[in-house]
């Protein structure tokens, strides 16, 4: 079982950067397929971006490509996603998780076992 804490969340201009990080206890984060979601506010939980460093595969939303990007740092046993020029449509609970199966690039909620608590990301236009 993993444990997983979000942070990195804020206030922003649209234009401007955030990194999120999803930091992992309890077992190794690359053992793990690994997703993040956002939800808005009034909308469904959506998919952002997933990554299966078992298969060196990352696949992200037609939305975010092109400007927001994973990365890992064993050291730490954390994920980020590092989001550039952010847009008011950004503007949401961004939310880690993690799956038993480290290959599966999951874009569905119920591929993932683990969540963490969400960190609010707030893009002012």
């Known amino acids: 079982q993993v444990q997983l804490v979000e942070s990195g969340g804020g206030f922003v201009q649209a234009g401007e950067s955030l990194r999120l990080s999803c930091a992992a206890s309890?077992?190794?984060?690359?053992?793990?397929?690994i997703g993040w979601f956002r939800r808005a506010p009034g909308k469904e939980r959506e998919f952002v971006a997933a990554i299966s460093w078992s298969r060196g595969s990352t696949y992200y939303a037609d939305f975010v490509k092109g400007r927001f990007t994973f990365s890992r740092d064993n050291a730490k046993n954390t994920a980020y996603l590092q989001m550039n020029s952010l847009k008011a449509e950004d503007t949401a609970v961004y939310y880690c998780?993690?799956?038993?199966?480290?290959?599966?690039?999951?874009?569905?909620?119920?591929?993932?076992?683990?969540w963490g608590q969400g960190t609010q990301v707030t893009v002012s236009s």
């Open positions: 309890g077992r190794t984060i690359s053992s793990y397929g």
């Open positions: 998780a993690a799956g038993e199966n480290p290959v599966r690039i999951g874009v569905r909620p119920a591929e993932y076992d683990y």
